[in-house]
């Protein structure tokens, strides 16, 4: 079993509709991170979280440190949102561990 | 936080030869990750590069087949050597910023034939 785990795998969505992306880990963290990676290949950090929520823009994560779990959503989703969106966590004094990602497509 | 120019942003080599990739960073870090990231795949740490030390390998990647040089805080290499198509896949480098998260490069996808 992956310490991270994400859902779903894949995710078609049309232009505006809310997104919600999933992540449960399984050790213990000092942070976790969300990712987004672009068809060339590059990374993108949008958030690095230990507590509560954080906004920017139309993104949104949440994490319940008690559950092992975070979302990330999307507001009012736009075809270049297409991406795939990756969670990571950093057990306290260890490497990142990465999820394996989620392959969001939104249509116009 | 940093930027960090990376390339070639990707390349189709002949198996058997070498590729070097480039990693130059904005400002002065002490840590380098270098990624893999296999078709389909999650990421996964190749090694830590320190300035002035050897870099520090992860199970599965030997400094022969993946060497690394550190010259200075901003700069950085990583070296796939007598490339296969196993290792095609896109290659990332990264620093870190302490409390405030990750940097990544832009990417290299390669692709041996």
């Known amino acids: 079993k992956n310490e991270v785990e994400q859902s779903p795998q894949n995710l078609t969505a049309q232009e505006g509709e809310f997104i919600t992306i999933n992540c449960s880990y399984s050790?213990?963290?000092?942070?976790l991170h969300w990712l987004q990676q672009h068809p060339g290949g590059g990374i993108v950090s949008l958030f690095m979280l230990s507590s509560g929520k954080k906004k920017h823009g139309r993104l949104i994560a949440t994490i319940n440190i008690q559950e092992k779990h975070s979302s990330l959503h999307i507001t009012a989703s736009h075809p270049r949102d297409s991406a795939v969106y990756i969670c990571a966590v950093r057990p306290s004094g260890s490497r990142l561990t990465f999820g394996e990602g989620t392959q969001l497509t939104v249509n116009p | 936080s940093a930027v960090i120019s990376q390339k070639p942003s990707r390349d189709i080599c002949q198996r058997g030869t070498s590729l070097t990739i480039q990693c130059q960073v904005d400002?002065?870090?002490?840590?380098m990750f270098w990624y893999r990231q296999q078709p389909g795949q999650s990421l996964t740490l190749i090694a830590t590069a320190n300035q002035g030390s050897e870099a520090t390998y992860e199970s599965g990647f030997v400094i022969d087949k993946f060497p690394i040089s550190r010259p200075n805080l901003t700069f950085s290499t990583l070296t796939v050597s007598n490339m296969s198509p196993e290792d095609s896949s896109i290659y990332l480098c990264s620093v870190g910023h302490g409390d405030y998260g990750y940097t990544f490069g832009s990417g290299t996808r390669l692709t041996v034939v």
């Open positions: 050790v213990g963290i000092s942070a």
């Open positions: 400002s002065q870090v002490t840590m």
